[in-house]
């Protein structure tokens, strides 16, 4: 469960954008979004690797490696 005090004088907006973050952090939302549909798990490590691969191209466009 998140918690968020509101602090004096702090306006509502400005809580509930800190609320929003702690809300996105958890990955509640992603997770649900993920459980709806049923993918094999050779779909999601293919998924991984093809993301991982792609990180690396940019790394090393960067420089960072």
Same mark, same amino acid.
């Given at each position: 469960?998140?918690? =968020? &005090?509101?602090? $004096? &004088? %702090?306006?509502?907006?400005?809580? +509930?954008?800190?609320?929003?973050?702690? @809300? %996105?952090?958890?990955?509640?939302?992603? %997770? +649900?979004?993920?459980?709806?549909?049923? &993918?094999?798990?050779?779909?999601?490590?293919?998924?991984? +690797? =093809?993301?991982?691969?792609?990180? %690396?191209? =940019?790394?090393? $466009?960067?420089?960072? @490696?």
């Amino acid at each position: 469960m998140i918690i =968020i &005090n509101v602090k $004096e &004088n %702090e306006s509502i907006d400005r809580a +509930l954008k800190r609320f929003k973050k702690k @809300f %996105e952090k958890t990955g509640v939302l992603k %997770e +649900l979004r993920a459980r709806k549909q049923f &993918n094999k798990p050779s779909v999601i490590r293919r998924d991984e +690797l =093809i993301k991982a691969k792609y990180k %690396e191209k =940019i790394m090393r $466009e960067r420089g960072g @490696f």
